[in-house]
């Protein structure tokens, strides 16, 4: 089992150091056998080792994970910038800016952990003047590609985090923290570090995240993501056009991207 899981373990980062030369993210697939991070190989399922349920789903009082690290100060600067809900998407920016900019990601994907701390961070500027807005579209079926309900979790959790007027603190502390993709790391436990990292002292956030409260939003999320036809993540659109996969994770590259679509 330790052998087999070492395995998977150095595949992932094998699988990230060839970034942009053959992976470029994360592929959905519903039954868990389609290719895994995009490169071919077969997604690891959970189903095919024995484990202890317990072990899996510890108590969200229990005082699993590691300490959660802080998000990047950056992210300091959208304090002010309003957030809503709307069906299966979360927008952060005015509602009346000129451009819009679509992100689908899972909280699971080691890509748009890549994204959000590079490609992105040219987002924060424009998003602070008020000149774009973003729609995100949260996936979860990478719980499906490695067991577990990390990306469920998540999910559940970044919608929460939209009540505490702190969802983009805690989206950004989110993948700060993100554990290996095949580790189901995102307990209710470590999302309350994640939610206290990112600054959030909210009792009705706490419970939302250990009562799995948003679980309904949390499928109407998932079937957004499908209906767009979206197959894997990140994918990000600027004003409806797909950005070169190239692009999302150098902030400078992304700039351009943006840039080039207008966006000052």
């Not at 202890?52 to 690290?69: E, L, N, R, V």
């Not at 950056?74 to 800016?97: F, M, R």
Request: charged fraction near 25%; charge should be negative; aromatic fraction near 6%.
């Amino acid at each position: 089992m330790a052998v087999r899981k070492a395995g998977r373990m150095a595949a992932s980062v094998a699988a990230v150091a060839l970034l942009g030369a053959v992976v470029t993210g994360c592929d959905s697939d519903d039954d868990g056998d389609g290719d895994w991070m995009g490169g071919g190989k077969k997604s690891p399922s959970a189903s095919a080792e024995p484990s202890d349920p317990a072990a899996k789903s510890p108590s969200p009082s229990q005082d699993t994970g590691p300490a959660a690290k802080v998000p990047p100060a950056s992210v300091n600067d959208l304090a002010k910038v309003p957030t809503a809900v709307k069906g299966g998407v979360i927008t952060v920016g005015e509602p009346s800016a000129k451009h819009t900019v679509k992100v689908y990601e899972d909280p699971r994907c080691p890509f748009c952990k890549k994204f959000e701390e590079n490609g992105a961070q040219a987002l924060v500027a424009p998003l602070a003047a008020g000149d774009v807005k973003v729609e995100y579209t949260i996936a979860s079926f990478l719980d499906n590609n490695f067991g577990g309900d990390g990306s469920k979790n998540a999910a559940n959790a970044l919608r929460a985090a939209v009540d505490t007027g702190k969802f983009p603190q805690f989206h950004s502390a989110l993948f700060t923290n993100q554990p290996e993709e095949s580790d189901d790391g995102f307990t209710p436990a470590f999302l309350l570090k994640v939610g206290a990292a990112a600054g959030i002292k909210d009792a009705a956030f706490d419970k939302a995240v250990t009562a799995n409260a948003h679980k309904a939003w949390v499928a109407t999320a998932m079937k957004a993501f499908t209906a767009d036809g979206v197959s894997g993540t990140p994918t990000v659109e600027i004003d409806g056009k797909k950005a070169p996969a190239d692009s999302l994770y150098d902030k400078a590259d992304f700039a351009k991207a943006l840039k080039d679509a207008g966006v000052s």
